[in-house]
């Protein structure tokens, strides 16, 4: 569907002339975005449905009914006056009681898209750390609470025969990471001076603050040989993150720290020649390298979840893209549901239109 200019008019003029002249109303008509074939609604649209019943008799007494707009509104009407908990059920009657037109499935897709608060949480997801009541992450994991040792465990790669599925951050929360120190990177992982390097090195001037990477718990704010000024951070993942060179501690063994906050200030302490900060990531004192983690360039992380997989003696983390392969009678918002994502996003990862319907077999994107 191709909107005519008529029909932009149609949406915009009712909404300034006639009878939606006080000013609650015009704030919800400006919530209405139309371009193209989209109908979308800003964050703060509200769903009442007055609302949609004004819009839709301005629009049936026009000389040219939009009637496939009349009908989006008139499932919008529908989906406006249910209480969250009953969208799910009254989108799959939707679904299941009418020919599912391409109206429909625009029209539900886009609502949803801008409630995104009625997305329910991933339950798909097989985290390795089970949790228990101890006041350290990822406890069963390690029995081992060491604050004066940065890296007390023996190198347990033996162990790792399967791969192993860490979720990063939480998706939906779209929070949980920050870069430790938006710098250029100097020196990164690898073999280097006949030794390797566990760590990249980013540059920093004295003083500059730096942050922790994830939520987690401080395990280790000390001088210790070479590192200086170090600070390790256990997060609830399982991951180690360890910040080195330090001029200035901001935290002590046993702060709970939430992602961003700053663990230290930038310097040159210990075994370092010019300011910067050495930053390591382990899991259960296997180096990891942080940029198959973090890409540095633009401070995001690769991927939400990670496979840890053995490779010499190293962990190499590899981004987990999931894929879904479509079914008969799929369509995007439960797709975007069952995985916990917008359908937004579902549509921006797999270069989709929300008006686009699904086919039997298409392989979709539906996390990172
Ligand atoms: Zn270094």
């Not at 009657?93 to 801008?114: C, G, H, K, P």
């Not at 700053?262 to 310097?267: D, E, P, S, W």
Request: charged share 20%.
């Amino acid at each position: 569907m191709k909107l005519s200019p008529l029909i932009l008019l149609a949406l915009i003029v009712p909404s300034l002339c006639s009878g939606f002249g006080n000013p609650a109303k015009k704030d919800t008509a400006s919530a209405m975005v139309v371009y193209d074939a989209q109908v979308s609604f800003l964050p703060q649209a509200d769903f009442s449905s007055n609302y949609y019943n004004e819009i839709i008799d301005s629009l049936v007494m026009l000389d040219t009914v939009p009637v496939s707009l009349v009908n989006q509104l008139s499932i919008y009407k529908t989906l406006a006056s249910k209480k969250e908990v009953e969208l799910p059920a009254v989108i799959d009657s939707i679904f299941d009681s009418r020919e599912v037109t391409q109206t429909s499935l625009n029209a539900v897709n886009i609502f949803m898209a801008a409630i995104e608060r009625a997305v329910v949480k991933p339950t798909g997801f097989e985290l390795y750390i089970p949790l228990d009541d101890s006041p350290y992450p990822a406890n069963t994991l390690y029995s081992n609470w060491n604050t004066q040792v940065p890296n007390p465990f023996r190198n347990s790669l033996a162990k790792f025969d399967t791969t192993l599925t860490l979720l990063l951050v939480d998706s939906l929360a779209n929070c949980g990471f920050h870069t430790p120190f938006d710098g250029v990177v100097t020196s990164r992982f690898g073999w280097r001076y006949g030794r390797n390097h566990n760590g990249i090195d980013i540059d920093l001037e004295v003083w500059d603050p730096v942050h922790s990477a994830f939520p987690g718990v401080v395990r280790v704010a000390r001088y210790y040989k070479g590192f200086g000024r170090v600070v390790v951070v256990r997060h609830y993942n399982g991951l180690e993150t360890l910040y080195a060179h330090l001029h200035r501690f901001k935290v002590k063994p046993g702060d709970i720290v939430e992602a961003g906050d700053i663990v230290g200030l930038g310097g040159s302490s210990g075994n370092s020649t010019g300011s910067h900060l050495h930053f390591e990531v382990r899991f259960q004192g296997v180096p990891i390298k942080p940029s198959q983690i973090i890409n540095f360039r633009t401070n995001q992380l690769r991927s939400s979840v990670i496979n840890l997989r053995k490779s010499g003696a190293f962990l190499v983390a590899v981004p987990e893209t999931r894929e879904y392969e479509v079914k008969k009678g799929d369509y995007l918002y439960q797709v975007a549901r069952t995985f916990g994502i917008s359908v937004e996003k579902l549509c921006a990862m797999n270069g989709l239109k929300s008006t686009e319907s699904l086919k039997v077999g298409q392989k979709l994107i539906v996390g990172t």
